[in-house]
């Protein structure tokens, strides 16, 4: 096969109208990313991060080390970030004690059924 028979997929019609429709998305989604205010987008992420961790405590069997470094995470956001989170910071500082405890609690399950 010659190199002017090579498959271009960016010469495909299909393919460009694909693209197209993909940066067309993108670009609406960062314009609405970018009306948000930061603070609601960084606690979206902070509970992402909650959810992440519980997720790998509530695995069978749990993943701890996963589910520690997702709580770190949380921590470092709400800690570090604290009343800049905006009128969510309180529960914030509640969910990752509950994290907290949950993962002692787990860990204490797992180290006592080996």
Known sequence: ???????????DPEMLAAVAETNSA????RERLAEAPAEIVVVNHVMGLYELAAIHLSASPARLHEAAL???????LV?????????ESETLLT????IRLAFVQVKGSTDANT
């Not at 096969?1 to 010469?11: I, V």
């Open 70 to 76: 997702a709580i770190d995470a949380v921590a470092c």
């Open 1 to 11: 096969m010659s190199s002017d028979d090579t498959f271009n997929p960016m010469a």
């Open 95 to 98: 969910a990752l004690s509950n």
């Open 79 to 87: 800690e570090g970030l604290g009343p800049r989170l905006g009128e």
């Open 26 to 29: 993108l670009a609406q989604a």
